[in-house]
């Protein structure tokens, strides 16, 4: 906790936010398909541009970070840094996002899934997260039926996964709140990548899509490298009916988060406050 405050204070973040945060081990006994035993994510040497990176993430965690209860609108929020499943951005597509939702309303909860290299652990981290916060949504006043999720880069493809992938069974349950929908309420892929490993560049097989899978936002920009991850995913579900919101700017590259002084991670964050007032309700 000391740490996150320290870091938070250096990035120039309300620390208020820290006041009840609470951590969740998402799996209380053994880790579903991992090898490795549990322990705290380690921090790598790697440091620049003032982003904080977590890897060897083998004992998966929810850090919560609750609205304020006279400013909370009952719903939440699951954040998916990201880092090419191989590191976590923890600051940048994590504290710094769940500062910012706090001040919308939204109770934010940041997700250290599995990592490096851990696709398929990373999907079961993010179903049981979803399932998680649904159990104890009224630890936090929340609505079960109001739980979304975000995600970057590598998270915005483990929240499409998660949005397309939730009746898939990933491992075997081992509660009461492996009974509840995996299904996010919506949601939204900030510069996400590897949508679209298909053929010629088309949709990433393992994302089916039908008239059921969650509402999204999408933002991207043109010099992006994965820019076309974007623009494949917001075609392939308004295909499929599917309500989507896309923007696509012509300047921004990749991993700006919503630091000051990017074009692209200063306009984004406004543009998905007004789409969460059309699906949060």
Not at 46 to 55: E, Y
Not at 145 to 171: D, E, P
Request: net charge positive; glycine share 8%.
């Amino acid at each position: 906790m000391k740490q996150i405050v320290v870091l938070l204070m250096m990035l120039g973040v309300n620390t208020a936010i820290t006041a009840q945060q609470r951590k969740i081990h998402l799996w209380p006994a053994a880790v579903p398909g991992e090898t490795a035993a549990k322990q705290t994510a380690k921090v790598t040497a790697d440091g620049s541009n003032n982003v904080t990176r977590l890897t060897d993430v083998t004992d998966p965690i929810l850090e919560v970070f609750p609205a304020e209860a006279s400013n909370s609108n009952g719903a939440g929020i699951i954040i998916c840094p990201g880092g090419g499943y191989s590191i976590l951005a923890i600051n940048l597509e994590g504290y710094e996002i769940a500062a910012w939702l706090n001040k919308l309303g939204y109770t934010a909860f940041v997700l250290q899934y599995r990592v490096p290299k851990k696709e398929a652990g990373a999907l079961q981290d993010a179903q049981r997260a979803i399932r998680l916060v649904r159990s104890m949504a009224s630890e936090w006043k929340l609505e079960p039926g109001k739980i979304g999720m975000m995600g970057f880069s590598a998270g915005g493809s483990l929240t499409a996964r998660a949005s397309t992938q939730y009746n898939v069974h990933t491992y075997t349950p081992i509660d009461k709140a492996d009974s509840l929908s995996a299904r996010p309420a919506f949601s939204a892929l900030i510069y996400p990548a590897y949508l679209d490993k298909g053929e010629n560049r088309t949709l990433t097989p393992e994302l089916t899509l039908s008239s059921e899978t969650p509402s999204m936002f999408l933002f991207a920009t043109a010099d992006d490298f994965y820019g076309n991850s974007a623009l494949v995913m917001a075609g392939a579900l308004r295909d499929a009916k599917v309500p989507v919101e896309l923007h696509f700017y012509a300047k921004g590259g990749h991993g700006y988060g919503l630091r000051n002084g990017n074009p692209a991670g200063e306009a984004w964050p406004s543009l998905m406050e007004k789409w969460l007032k059309t699906v949060v309700k």
